[in-house]
């Protein structure tokens, strides 16, 4: 069984940074996209970066490109995303995600079947 466990959420200042962590148990990890989608209330959710599973590709909506940046480390199972210079619109649950096919790369969240349980991330002005 597959499991994804997030931490590193919390309550910060507008300028600020957070980064977060996903750590994955249940199947071989490093042969996975490893994503972060977030959703922020009363809106869908939405793909903010993934990873491939050796770390060569990245990939990064519009609306997080060039400040937070995701990384993984195989040997420890986990995914990160570093977080730089928030502000109030990152204000969301942040979801680390992984796909059911090894080696697929995707921005979709329906080619998503694994989901964290989420973490809050609260961004004050």
């Known amino acids: 069984q597959v499991q994804l466990v997030e931490s590193g959420g919390g309550l910060v200042q507008a300028g600020d940074s957070l980064r977060l962590s996903c750590t994955a148990s249940?199947?071989?990890?490093?042969?996975?996209?490893m994503a972060w989608f977030r959703q922020a209330p009363g809106k869908e959710r939405e793909f903010v970066a993934f990873?491939?599973?050796?770390?060569?590709?990245?990939m990064y909506s519009d609306s997080v490109k060039g400040r937070f940046a995701i990384s993984r480390d195989n040997a420890k199972n986990t995914v990160y995303l570093q977080m730089n210079s928030l502000n109030a619109e990152d204000t969301a649950v942040y979801y680390c995600?992984?796909?059911?096919?090894?080696?697929?790369?995707?921005?979709?969240?329906?080619?998503?079947?694994?989901w964290g349980q989420g973490t809050q991330v609260t961004v004050a002005s």
């Open positions: 990873i491939n599973w050796s770390g060569q590709r990245t």
């Open positions: 249940g199947r071989t990890f490093s042969s996975y996209t």
């Open positions: 995600a992984s796909p059911v096919q090894a080696f697929l790369t995707s921005t979709s969240a329906g080619d998503y079947v694994h």
